[in-house]
């Protein structure tokens, strides 16, 4: 993320570590000399935002994946964009790597790169920034599965924007790396669906849209998917629901479940 950033930059980085129990935190370090690096014992992705928050000197707040690439050009832009009167949540264009993703993932991606959820003012699937005034609406991030929907479902369509260009007509963007397998994209709808669920129930928002619907699929067909594609994509999603019928079935709590093989280099 700092590749590209000035010498002088002030931008204040925060690595949070947490539940780590190989050499993250001593590469952090290393890598980022003058980032805080926070070494946080308890694995929970909400407490150790809420930790960084605490210790955050600005706004705008960029929130980073670690699996998620994100250039400080990207990041810049995001931050001018969140200084505009009346934005509260933006997130740069999304572009998905699948070069070492299977044809299953492809075909999936090809549809959901399409959806409502992605095209329509998406804020979230690894980075987002919230302004001073978002942050103070929303306060700490709660003990869920769901971060990124939760912030998504804090705010009006109005409020969220996605930035694709800069002010001088450069590509904003962030990179996520899907699951390489069907297998892997599974557990990754299992545990985004169980964290929808758990929203609507704890968390409940008149600007959470929903899943996607099978009425939005020929988007799908518009943008280049083809049947087999689709498909797919839908074999996938049921597969998830009735994994997510196991899952109900054998614990009375959710776990966080990640894509493991999508972070080796």
């Not at 955050?56 to 980073?64: D, E, N, S, T």
């Not at 892997?184 to 169980?194: K, N, S, Y």
Request: hydrophobic share 40%; net charge positive; aromatic share 6%.
């Amino acid at each position: 993320m700092l590749a590209g950033a000035p010498k002088d930059h002030a931008t204040q980085v925060i690595v949070a570590a947490n539940g780590c129990s190989d050499r993250t935190v001593e590469i952090a370090r290393e890598a980022a000399p003058k980032a805080l690096v926070l070494d946080i014992a308890e694995g929970s992705k909400p407490r150790a935002m809420n930790q960084a928050s605490a210790q955050a000197k600005f706004h705008p707040r960029i929130y980073l994946d670690a699996d998620v690439q994100c250039d400080y050009n990207s990041a810049l832009a995001l931050a001018t964009e969140l200084r505009k009167p009346g934005v509260m949540a933006a997130s740069p264009a999304i572009k998905v790597d699948l070069s070492r993703s299977n044809r299953f993932i492809n075909s999936y991606y090809r549809v959901w790169t399409t959806q409502p959820y992605v095209t329509n003012k998406m804020v979230g699937s690894g980075c987002y920034g919230l302004s001073r005034e978002a942050s103070e609406r929303i306060g700490p991030f709660p003990i869920i599965i769901g971060d990124d929907i939760w912030v998504h479902s804090r705010f009006s369509e109005d409020e969220r924007r996605n930035v694709s260009r800069d002010e001088d007509g450069r590509e904003v963007f962030f990179v996520v790396s899907p699951p390489r397998t069907a297998t892997d994209q599974i557990r990754v709808e299992t545990r985004r669906r169980l964290g929808n669920q758990e929203l609507l129930r704890l968390h409940p928002s008149p600007h959470y849209s929903g899943s996607n619907k099978a009425t939005d699929l020929p988007r799908a067909l518009k943008n280049g998917a083809s049947v087999l594609d689709i498909v797919i994509y839908l074999g996938i999603k049921v597969l998830a629901r009735l994994r997510i019928e196991i899952v109900k079935r054998r614990r009375k709590t959710i776990v966080w479940e990640r894509d493991t093989a999508a972070r080796e280099a």
